[in-house]
């Protein structure tokens, strides 16, 4: 059986560098489809779709909102032709209802262990409209090496230059931020892998630099030291989303091939300040993840913050304006108030504003979001910074030898395509 | 310190079937049957008050046998002592048109403390 696997492009912001990193939710759902199966992938941000390839069933990956609707469009089209269509992932559990009115099937929740039900339901001409398992998950050790086999990998690279693979070491986070939608996803228990299983499946990849994508590693310290541990052997370098500052976890993360990780900075506060020299005292680089228009922001304190981001050295930042994703507290919050102005989730890109901030007009909450990227990056542009980036893990790779040159065959190709 | 706000714990099928929980003080007055249903954030496994409160009301009415055409519905976010203004304290009160036992079109207005607790007979200190 023919089983194609769409991941839906969508259009990147202006001005933005442009990054396509290997999908994971793709290649995690690949890894749990039954051995007769024969998983076809398209990313269409890389890949041009043919909707006459002869496929037997279409899956649609939905991570993000921006996604969603080209996903509909996709669907309607191959169900105008007969050929049954299953959603999954992140964004269609954030849009489950909508995109039932556009689908044969939604699937909800985590996927090993169920795609057998699914694809034999599909054999037998019985598929269920909903496969609702968002409060049964799997157990956590069912979750093997992804399949990225499925990925065309020589499409991932910039100028030769590999990008890093995805990988997950936990699912589920305790934390419950004002913007997150994990909470809803993934559960509020942390659900850390077997460190066995953690090992398999970096074992597998032949990437020596890493994204980790779990939420947060900051969830158990003890399983965080173990973490990095597992990790020493390895000598991959990788970023990740926060980690604990205290010197005994940063030590073992620096050991472990820590490069940079996310932090977010809300405020111009002591903790903050003296959280990003602890990283750096320990040679691990910051990108600071900077959400503007909260209730508390107001022109003065965005721009105070910026002056503030520059101030304590931020390797980068990544702006964002806020937005309200279905299942988060900021859509609650903001729906009660009447405060979003708009449900088109091509938008939600979190680069437009969609809701009326507290303290400014909408428009000026835009500006400011311009202007944050332009500021922190005016002496120092963004590519530099990345380069200085990239230059510190080429000289620790080349000091543990697993430096991989890059790809001169693909020098002149930036995914796929050919450079200017 | 208690929660004077909260009586009981409501467990409800949210969202998806997903098992959820929120906060409950029910007042039956003569003149309102007063709901004051209370987010629990991280106590809540599942889904919130605001994003299911058409079903939530429906449900804690029928469960509490309350007078619709009294019933004075309230949602209370408590403080969570973050630095984040949007995690202060906020009382709502919710309107809905009613149809027989079905709830539509909520429409949220923010009440001070002070009138959430007169509404619950109560002065509103802690």
């Keep these: ?420 | 310190m208690q929660d004077r706000f909260i009586d009981d714990i409501y467990e409800f099928r949210g969202e998806w079937d997903v098992p959820s929980l929120c906060g409950l003080r029910v007042v039956k007055g003569e003149k309102h049957h007063t709901v004051i249903a209370t987010e629990l954030y991280d106590k809540n496994p599942g889904t919130s008050i605001t994003a299911f409160v058409e079903q939530l009301a429906a449900m804690i009415c029928r469960d509490y046998s309350l007078d619709t055409k009294r019933l004075v519905f309230i949602v209370r976010c408590p403080d969570r002592g973050s630095k984040l203004e949007n995690y202060r304290e906020r009382f709502d009160r919710v309107s809905f048109t009613i149809d027989g036992g079905d709830f539509a079109d909520p429409d949220w207005s923010e009440i001070t403390r002070e009138e959430a607790a007169a509404l619950v007979g109560e002065d509103g200190d802690d």
């Design chain 1, 1 to 420: 059986m023919k089983f194609k696997l769409i991941y839906p492009k969508w259009k990147k912001l202006e001005g933005q560098t442009e990054f396509n990193l290997p999908p994971h939710g793709p290649v995690v759902m690949a890894a749990s489809l039954p051995d007769y199966v024969d998983v076809v992938f398209v990313d269409e941000n890389l890949q041009t779709l043919d909707f006459d390839d002869g496929a037997d069933f279409v899956g649609i990956s939905m991570m993000l909102t921006v996604q969603v609707r080209r996903g509909w469009e996709i669907a309607d089209e191959y169900r105008r032709r007969g050929v049954k269509v299953i959603f999954g992932g992140i964004a269609t559990m954030l849009h489950a209802e909508e995109t039932l009115t556009h689908a044969d099937s939604v699937f909800l929740g985590e996927s090993e262990g169920r795609m057998e039900e699914v694809f034999a339901d599909f054999r037998d001409g019985a598929l269920k409209q909903v496969y609702n398992y968002l409060s049964a998950r799997p157990p956590v050790d069912l979750v093997g090496p992804a399949r990225r086999s499925i990925l065309e990998r020589d499409l991932y690279y910039h100028k030769g230059i590999r990008m890093v693979d995805l990988f997950h070491a936990s699912r589920g986070c305790r934390f419950n931020c004002y913007p997150c939608a994990v909470a809803y996803l993934g559960g509020r228990e942390f659900r850390p892998r077997p460190m066995d299983r953690v090992a398999e499946e970096l074992a597998t990849i032949d990437n020596n630099r890493l994204f980790i994508v779990d939420n947060s590693l900051a969830q158990d310290t003890a399983w965080e030291m173990e973490l990095f541990r597992e990790m020493i052997p390895f000598k991959k370098k990788w970023c990740s989303h926060t980690i604990e500052d205290k010197p005994e976890v940063l030590d073992l993360a620096a050991q472990a091939g820590a490069w940079y990780v996310y932090q977010a900075v809300f405020d111009t506060s002591d903790y903050i300040r003296q959280r990003i020299k602890r990283y750096h005292d320990h040679g691990i680089a910051v990108e600071g993840t900077i959400l503007l228009g909260l209730d508390d922001h107001t022109e003065d304190s965005i721009r105070r913050l910026i002056d503030f981001l520059l101030e304590i050295e931020l390797d980068l930042a990544e702006f964002t304006v806020l937005t309200p994703f279905p299942h988060t507290k900021a859509f609650d919050d903001l729906r009660k108030q009447k405060r979003i102005l708009s449900y088109d989730w091509d938008r939600y890109n979190a680069g437009e504003v969609v809701f009326q901030p507290r303290h400014m007009a909408p428009e000026r909450l835009q500006e400011l979001f311009s202007f944050a990227w332009e500021e922190f990056y005016r002496d120092e542009p963004q590519q530099y910074k990345m380069y200085k980036l990239i230059r510190r893990v080429v000289e620790r790779e080349k000091a543990d030898n697993t430096y991989v040159p890059r790809r001169r065959d693909l020098a002149a190709k930036t995914f796929g395509r050919t450079a200017r």
